[in-house]
């Protein structure tokens, strides 16, 4: 198993330009997240989805969009990025929602820079 | 709303001395809690949770954590620390019923040789 993979590991974006972050898993995980991380705030939580077709907003969703065509993957938008977007981003999954019985398993990241 | 505060930004330690990463939540009702670590460049990686029964809480490394309900904390403990244990740590809090983790702003840990 991959586990929770994510595309691409870097990036440089200019203001207004636009981009897709992949991420896919292999574990059949109905739930999956984005989340942002900055210095001294933690992870925040962009959008999440809860099963194949749904989205759902997080806590910081303006500037972002999402989409879950398929179960294995989920795609994070910016369609005109902004200096403020510089992050990382982490993408995560679980069978059931956050917490409980099941575990958020994380990726490895994506630094994106916009300049 | 849920949050969680971890007090400390930074905790040095001595390799061999015992380990406290200190994590406090807040939640309407009754919590689940995890705590993360995160290496260098890598993704969060699980350390153990708390979900209900016994407020010592083993888990990965080595590591264990103490559930108390009636101060609102959660720390996360270590006996003996490791140079490997240097990192970053996140507490996480989710009330049950809700689909959505909180995160702490991160403890980062040293442990010198």
């Known amino acids: 198993n991959a586990g929770v993979t994510q595309t691409p590991k870097f990036r440089v974006l200019k203001t207004g330009q636009s981009m897709t972050l992949l991420c896919a898993q292999d574990m059949n995980h109905e739930y999956m997240y984005w989340y942002r991380q900055d210095p001294g705030m933690g992870l925040r939580l962009i959008h999440y989805s809860v099963g194949e077709g749904t989205t759902a907003k997080g806590e910081v969703p303006d500037g972002y969009n999402v989409s879950r065509l398929k179960k294995q993957n989920f795609l994070l938008g910016l369609e005109s990025a902004a200096p403020s977007q510089t992050s990382v981003y982490f993408c995560?999954?679980?069978?059931?929602?956050?917490?409980?019985?099941?575990?958020?398993?994380f990726g490895p990241g994506t630094r994106l820079t916009v300049l | 709303a849920q949050s969680v505060a971890q007090p400390e930004d930074q905790v040095n330690v001595a390799e061999g001395n015992p380990l406290t990463v200190k994590c406090t939540y807040s939640v309407s009702g009754n919590p689940y809690l995890f705590w993360y670590v995160q290496y260098p460049n890598r993704g969060l990686q699980f350390l153990l949770k708390?979900?209900?029964?016994?407020?010592l809480v083993k888990g990965s490394y080595g590591f264990e954590a103490e559930f108390n309900k009636s101060q609102t904390s959660f720390h996360l403990k270590k006996p003996s620390a490791l140079v490997s244990d240097s990192a970053l740590y996140f507490c996480a809090v989710r009330e049950r019923g809700d689909y959505k983790l909180s995160f702490g702003a991160g403890t980062t840990v040293t442990v010198r040789a």
């Open positions: 995560a999954s679980s069978y059931g929602p956050a917490g409980g019985e099941d575990t958020q398993y």
């Open positions: 708390y979900i209900t029964g016994d407020n």
